[in-house]
């Protein structure tokens, strides 16, 4: 009898329904879900529109591959330029936040012929052989994943960033906001300095919004804080709220040619018409706003209630780092109080909701937080 390959540590528990920002158990428990599965869900469980253009979509035609014309990959692209704000750059579409850095990376070697790579420590960029490389974790990365080329610097480490991005570098790629690595924010001064000195070198500067994009920070994507324009932008997560679903933004620097990139997958029907629908539910009711003054709701009553080392993200991407291992405040969130959260290493909790959370929802994990974090301090 075969069985799945066990990589996963599970949690006895199995949704079957979900809708809005909440989940729902075989046996009927309902669940309140601030993890969106790794900031998959953007726009909420199940919205209806979001169904409705799947189903639709569906009854038409669900697959055909790159070699004829996919109205819907237009669409996408024009809706995501204009809502992003980046309306010049162009969208090559694939299907996984790896995929979409192995791109980057492939398209900036094609672009200046060279081969070094500039990560940083804590990084986390995906699991296949280039994007897994260029990740700060050796115990993901086999031996068969050369990674000689890359060149770990500390993190928001300005002045190592200045001597270590030289003539000799292919690419800079960078979260915005590190997600796996602990909710760490790129600060404006270090991203200017990667942007100043990509300019100098000519590497190409890859950032990385798999996780940190898409919203989820108040602005569309994380660096637009700082006001640095990236070379390549890569996303997925919240682009499909669910449907697997990719691409890279790309700077009109670079010139296309037939073959340079490709994939099989990649800007499939349904999946245009779930990443179209995404842009359009969050256009409609505004849910970048909606996140970043939701998010600021959480940081007040965060800070409010105390008790952590650290608290830091922006909008609805928070980690809130204790002195304490968070494992049984985790538990406690999820079996006692019926709320899924997430972490990133031993001591910090993680927040990544969809971007429609309210404040109805956003009180529920506060009053649970002051309790839990309260008995934890005495």
């Known amino acids: 009898m075969s069985h799945l390959f066990d990589v996963y540590p599970l949690y006895d528990i199995e949704p079957v329904k979900a809708q809005g ?90 672009h200046n012929g060279r081969t070094k790579v500039i990560s940083f420590t804590k990084s986390f960029h995906g699991r296949t052989a280039g994007s897994v490389a260029a990740t700060d974790n050796p115990s993901i990365v086999a031996p068969v994943n050369y990674n000689k080329h890359v060149t770990f610097l500390p993190f928001n480490d300005i002045k190592a960033a200045d001597n270590g991005i030289t003539d000799e570098v292919c690419a800079v790629i960078v979260e915005g906001i590190q997600g796996v690595g602990g909710i760490n924010v790129c600060s404006d001064e270090f991203l200017r300095t990667l942007r100043r000195k990509c300019d100098e070198t000519g590497a190409i500067l890859i950032l990385d919004s798999v996780q940190c994009g898409y919203g989820r920070t108040g602005k569309f994507f994380s660096n637009q804080f700082s006001g640095i324009e990236p070379d390549i932008i890569s996303m997925a997560k919240g682009m499909g709220n669910g449907f697997p679903i990719g691409g890279i933004l790309i700077s009109p620097k670079f010139k296309a040619s037939y073959g340079l990139l490709g994939t099989t997958f990649g800007g499939n029907h349904l999946a245009c018409a779930a990443g179209v629908a995404v842009l359009d539910i969050m256009k409609d009711e505004n849910l970048i706003e909606n996140a970043a003054e939701i998010g600021n709701y959480l940081f007040e009553g965060i800070k409010d209630i105390g008790g952590y080392k650290e608290l830091r993200g922006r909008g609805l991407m928070i980690g809130i780092e204790y002195e304490f291992p968070v494992k049984d405040l985790r538990n406690k969130m999820l079996f006692e109080h019926k709320i899924f959260t997430g972490v990133a290493g031993a001591h910090t909790i993680r927040l990544l909701p969809s971007l429609a959370l309210g404040k109805e929802e956003a009180d529920i994990f506060l009053e649970t937080l002051r309790k839990e974090v309260t008995v934890t301090n005495i």
């Open 21 to 110: 920002s909440y989940l729902w158990d075989r046996n009927g428990t309902k669940y309140l879900d601030l993890y969106g599965g790794h900031a998959v869900i953007s726009v909420g469980h199940c919205h209806p529109y979001y169904v409705e253009m799947l189903t639709r979509q569906l009854n038409a035609i669900s697959f055909y591959s790159n070699s004829v014309k996919i109205s819907l990959q237009e669409e996408l692209a024009e809706k995501l330029g204009v809502l992003s704000g980046y309306p010049d750059y162009k969208l090559f579409l694939c299907n996984s936040g790896a995929e979409a850095n192995e791109n980057a990376l492939k398209l900036a070697s094609f």
